[in-house]
């Protein structure tokens, strides 16, 4: 299986990502290795997110996606 994205994200998208997954801004942090401060700009459109960024969280993203679909067989 393949897992595609986008090296553009933005931080509507990355507050999507993040609500699906159930965390708070400083437990996304934690999980991908930057200050809670980082979240919260890219959040509010402040900071560009990075490639290497946008790829983890994306991947973080389908991984919950793929257990909740592996949960209802």
């Given amino acids: 299986m393949y897992v595609t ?3 553009y994200m933005t931080g ?3 507050r999507r ?3 699906r ?3 708070t801004q400083a437990a996304m942090a934690l999980r991908i290795g930057v ?3 980082s979240v919260a700009r ?3 459109g ?3 997110i990075t490639e290497p960024v946008a790829r983890l969280v994306t991947l973080l993203g389908q991984s919950v996606s ?3 679909e592996k949960g209802r067989r």
């Fill in 66 to 68: 793929l257990s909740k």
């Fill in 42 to 44: 890219w959040e509010r």
């Fill in 46 to 48: 402040e900071m560009k």
């Fill in 17 to 19: 990502i993040r609500h």
């Fill in 5 to 7: 994205y986008s090296s």
């Fill in 21 to 23: 997954l159930g965390l």
């Fill in 35 to 37: 200050a809670p401060n």
């Fill in 12 to 14: 509507v998208q990355l």
